[in-house]
C-alpha cells in the first residue's frame, strides 16, 4: 500500500510533505472501513479534502489495474456484493443460521454493516466482546457496536462473564478501580474466588534507565533474600523495550535468558546496523562486509562475492582490499562491478558524512543512508514493523 501510495505522489508531482504517504494510506484505508467509495466522500469544496479524494481514487484505479485488492477492500467488497445481489445475500442467509462473532470490540462500521446484512431478520447472532478492551480505535474499531447491537437486535440476551479464573483479588480490585474511571461502559465486576495475593506496588520511572536500573535493584533484593534467578521473570510490552533491560542486566553480571524472542543484539535487523556501522570504523571486517554487501539487495551475487573470497584467500588480504582490487583491475565487468563500486562509494561516503557526529547521529544516518529502514519496513506483515521499531 505504501509503496503504491508513495509513487502516485511521485507520478503526480504532489508535494509528499504537505501530504505525507502514511496520512493519505490511513485516510484511505479509513474510508475503506467506514464504507465510503471515493465518490461518496464528502469534501464540503476544502481543497485539502478533495486533493486526498482524488489520491483515494487514483489509488483504486491503480490497484483496479494491477489486479490487487487490499484489506478494507476484501471488506467492502464482500459487503457491496451481498447488498447487491439478493439472491447471493438469500442463499447465504439460509445457508447459515446461527452466526458466532469474537471479539466483537474490534469489528468497524464496515465489519457490522457486513454482519448485519448477512444476518437479516432471522439468524440467531451471538457476540463475545468486552467493551474494556477495545483497543483498536486507531484503526477503525468501534466500541460503540457493542451497546448498539442491544439495540438493533432487541431479543438480544446479555450474560456478564465476570468471574476471573487467572488473577488473584488484589490485581481486580486494582483493575476495577482503574477502569471504572472510563467513560461509557457498559459495567460489570470481575471477581474470583481465588487468594486475595500480594498488594501491587508501582514505580514511576524517570525515563528507560531509570526504570531498567530500579528492576535489576529489585531483582538483586529478591535474590538476596533467596529467591533463586529461575522464579524471577521481567514481562515487557515491546521487544523494542529490551535492549535497555539488557544492557543494564550484562553491566550488573545478572544471568537472563529471553523467552520467545532473541537477544537485542542477536537479532537480524540489530546484526545488519551494527555490520555498517563497523564498516565505517574499519573497512577491514571481513564478516561485516559479507553481511551488508547485498543488504538491502543492490544486485551483487553469491557468485561475485566468491570472486572476492578466492581473491582474499590467494592474496592474503581482506574482502574490502580484494573488492579494491577487482575493480581497479577489472577483474569484474558490467552489473557486477558497477553495483560493487556503489557499495565501495557508499561505504567511504558513510565514513565521510559521518566524522564528528553523535553517536546517535551517526546510527540515524546510517539507517536511512544504507536504506535498512526502508529495507525492513516493505517486509511483510508485522515482523517488518518489529525489525523497524
Not at 580484494?322 to 558490467?334: F, I, M, N, V, W
Request: aromatic content about 8%; overall charge negative.
Amino acid at each position: 500500500q505504501l509503496r503504491l501510495v508513495k509513487r502516485l505522489l511521485k507520478d503526480h508531482r504532489i508535494d509528499a510533505e504537505r501530504f505525507p504517504p502514511k496520512q493519505v494510506q490511513y485516510f484511505i484505508g479509513g474510508c475503506k472501513e467506514e464504507g465510503l467509495r471515493a465518490h461518496q466522500v464528502q469534501t464540503h469544496g476544502d481543497a485539502y479534502m478533495g486533493q486526498m479524494v482524488e489520491l483515494y481514487e487514483r489509488y483504486q484505479l491503480a490497484c483496479e489495474r494491477a489486479g490487487l485488492v487490499d484489506f478494507g477492500e476484501l471488506l467492502l467488497r464482500g459487503l457491496e456484493l451481498l447488498r447487491d445481489n439478493p439472491e447471493l445475500l438469500a442463499h447465504y442467509r439460509e445457508r447459515f443460521g446461527h452466526l458466532l462473532v469474537d471479539e466483537f470490540q474490534d469489528t468497524n462500521t464496515l465489519q457490522y454493516a457486513w454482519l448485519k446484512l448477512l444476518a437479516g431478520d432471522r439468524a440467531g447472532m451471538t457476540v463475545v466482546g468486552d467493551d474494556d478492551q477495545s483497543i483498536y480505535g486507531w484503526r477503525g474499531a468501534k466500541v460503540e457496536n457493542i451497546r448498539r447491537f442491544a439495540e438493533e437486535f432487541p431479543a438480544t440476551t446479555t450474560v456478564r462473564l465476570e468471574q476471573n479464573y487467572r488473577s488473584t483479588s488484589a490485581i481486580l480490585e486494582a483493575a476495577n478501580t482503574l477502569i471504572s474511571h472510563n467513560a461509557g461502559r457498559m459495567g460489570k465486576e470481575l471477581w474470583t474466588d481465588g487468594v486475595h495475593g500480594e498488594p501491587i506496588s508501582v514505580y514511576a520511572g524517570f525515563n528507560d534507565l531509570d526504570e531498567a536500573r530500579f528492576i535489576v535493584d529489585t531483582l538483586n533484593e529478591e535474590v538476596n533474600k533467596g529467591s533463586t534467578r529461575q522464579d524471577i521473570a521481567i514481562l515487557y510490552r515491546s521487544n523494542a523495550q529490551s535492549r535497555v533491560l539488557e544492557e543494564a542486566l550484562i553491566r550488573s553480571g545478572v544471568p537472563y535468558r529471553i523467552y520467545g524472542g532473541q537477544r537485542f543484539y542477536e537479532r537480524l535487523e540489530i546484526k545488519n546496523a551494527l555490520a555498517y556501522l563497523r564498516l565505517t570504523l574499519t573497512r577491514d571486517d571481513d564478516a561485516s562486509l559479507e553481511r551488508v554487501i547485498n543488504v538491502p539487495a543492490r544486485g551483487i551475487g553469491t557468485r561475485t562475492v566468491e570472486v572476492l573470497r578466492e581473491r582474499a584467500r590467494t592474496q592474503g588480504i581482506s574482502l574490502w582490499q580484494a573488492l579494491q582490487d577487482s575493480l581497479s583491475e577489472g577483474l569484474l565487468k558490467g552489473r557486477a562491478a558497477s553495483a560493487l563500486s556503489a557499495f565501495s562509494e557508499l561505504i567511504e561516503r558513510l565514513d565521510n558524512d559521518t566524522a564528528g557526529m553523535e553517536l546517535h547521529e551517526l546510527i540515524e544516518h546510517v539507517l536511512h543512508t544504507t536504506g535498512l529502514l526502508e529495507h525492513h519496513r516493505n517486509e511483510k506483515g508485522e515482523k517488518g514493523q518489529a525489525r523497524v521499531e
